[in-house]
């Protein structure tokens, strides 16, 4: 298994702003995974971030709206772009080990 | 095109009785399965998974069945009990190799387990 820790937790944020996520790891690992979960809805893969190269991006999903860094083995930012109401979700951070899937306890942003 | 289905977005169970939660999926490729538990204000976490070559996974009170010709799984939860009480997501996933496996999630059932 794997602890990952999420900040901030939650937060509000006025539209038209940015807001970067962090994900921290207790081990390292070769990709971290970003997954939103918009209202009553299941979660949705947005991106693999690379250690080392740049994030592969799922159908859907741009770099210029969720910029990603990656810059070491254990440590991931997601950043959500010129926010808008639509962006309102549950933001989690997750790590592969084995064929589970170990998640943060997620980032609840509300756009206003 | 939702290639993992949870067609029941809740479900009230009384104590100690059986909770049955079901998940179908489309995708034929898809050769593993898993279930994760999430509460409000925090992430999923992983519960019990079954690979395509078995039909039964059980540990402890959870059992998950899958019916490859029904492409359709479900989870048993016997006795249920009230900390039971959460979004229970299927998910899936296909291909061999790597440690990028990617997950398709299903949309989750709200289960709630009655004192």
């Known amino acids: 298994s794997a602890v990952i820790s999420q900040k901030p937790s939650r937060d509000i944020c006025q539209r038209g702003t940015s807001l970067t996520i962090q994900c921290q790891v207790d081990?390292?690992?070769?990709?971290m995974f970003w997954y939103r979960q918009q209202p009553g809805q299941s979660l949705t893969l947005i991106a693999t971030a690379n250690q080392g190269s740049e994030a592969t991006y799922e159908s859907g999903f741009v770099i210029d709206k969720f910029p990603i860094s990656r810059p070491n083995l254990t440590f991931s930012t997601l950043t959500v772009s010129n926010m808008s109401p639509e962006d309102s979700s549950i933001y989690l951070c997750?790590?592969?080990?084995?064929?589970?899937?170990?998640f943060g306890e997620g980032s609840r942003l509300t756009v206003l | 095109d939702q290639q993992v289905k949870q067609n029941s977005p809740s479900l009230s169970v009384q104590e100690g009785r059986i909770s049955i939660l079901n998940c179908d999926y489309t995708n034929s490729m898809f050769d593993y399965f898993l279930w994760y538990k999430k509460y409000p204000a925090e992430g999923p976490t992983f519960l019990i998974s079954i690979s395509s070559i078995k039909d039964k996974n059980e540990d402890g009170r959870f059992t998950v069945f899958l019916n490859k010709s029904a492409k359709h799984l479900s989870l048993h939860i016997v006795p249920s009990q009230p900390g039971d009480s959460a979004v229970y997501f299927c998910a899936a996933s296909e291909g061999l190799g790597g440690s990028a496996r990617q997950l398709t999630f299903g949309s989750g059932t709200q289960l709630t387990v009655l004192p």
């Open positions: 081990s390292q690992v070769t990709m």
């Open positions: 997750s790590v592969h080990t084995g064929r589970e899937l170990f």
